[in-house]
């Protein structure tokens, strides 16, 4: 595995962890959600959270569905990019409409 899989690992364990213990959800509890077998759903969150293990992407959305964050918060390097994408998250469509809208503002056209 290079440094560059490992980091990305490392950033989804910590978010995995701390998004779990933010929703007051035990290993267990969230392994059982996502329909993980109770006798092994403590073990195999804990090794996503460790980075042991990185769960197929049917597992990252489930997981990113039962925490309530979107899929990308998970992997994405940047603390900023993540805060913003759990606010644009967490707001209605409209809103995120109009988040798109000013954001497009601020970006150069790219010429073709």
């Known amino acids: 595995m290079s440094n560059l899989d490992q980091s990305s690992i490392s950033v989804f364990g910590r978010r995995l962890r701390a998004q779990r213990l933010a929703m007051g959800l035990s290993q267990e509890a969230l392994g059982v959600a996502i329909g993980i077998d109770e006798s092994s759903s403590r073990g195999r969150i804990s090794r996503y959270e460790l980075g042991v293990n990185e769960p197929a992407l049917a597992i990252s959305r489930l997981l990113a569905k039962a925490l309530e964050v979107p899929m990308g918060y998970f992997y994405c390097d940047d ?16 809103q995120r409409r109009k988040i798109v809208e000013i ?9 073709e």
């Open 103 to 111: 954001l497009r503002g601020c970006v150069p056209q790219l010429e």
């Open 79 to 94: 603390d900023l990019e993540a805060e913003a994408l759990l606010l644009i998250h967490a707001v209605s469509h409209e």
